[in-house]
Nanobody, 124 residues
Framework: QVRLVESGGGLVQTGGSLRLSCATS????????MGWFRQTPGEAREFVAA????????YYADSVKGRFTISRDNSKNMLYLQMNSLKPEDTAVYYC?????????????????WGQGTQVTVSS
């Protein structure tokens, strides 16, 4: 079992920045990739970014490329999402997720463990 806890969400104005954090615990040695997803009411969970644990290769949705940066700190068992130049359309609940398979995928169904989510609201 892997436990994930997100933090760092909040209210920010258009153009502002936030850094989301995801604390991992439990069987962290089984993690081979992690991702960030977001969801708005009535919509499916949307891929935002992912990172391969072994190579630290990163992947981004086109909508956030150049504005968001995913990173990790192994020594602290943490995953981060730095979000810059935020737009109102970035408003959503953001979730971190982990998977045990090395291959990074963009589908939410490919991730076994999820955090509870943190709300990000970008005002116009």
């Amino acid at each position: 079992q892997v436990r994930l806890v997100e933090s760092g969400g909040g209210l920010v104005q258009t153009g502002g920045s936030l850094r989301l954090s995801c604390a991992t615990s439990g069987r962290t040695f089984s993690i081979n990739a992690m991702g960030w997803f977001r969801q708005t009411p009535g919509e499916a969970r949307e891929f935002v970014a992912a990172i391969s644990w072994g190579t630290e290769t990163t992947y981004y949705a086109d909508s956030v490329k150049g504005r968001f940066t995913i990173s990790r700190d192994n020594s602290k068992n943490m995953l981060y999402l730095q979000m810059n130049s935020l737009k109102p359309e970035d408003t959503a609940v953001y979730y971190c997720a982990s998977r045990t398979v090395h291959e990074v995928v963009r589908s939410a169904s490919g991730y076994a463990f999820w955090g509870q989510g943190t709300q990000v609201t970008v005002s116009s």
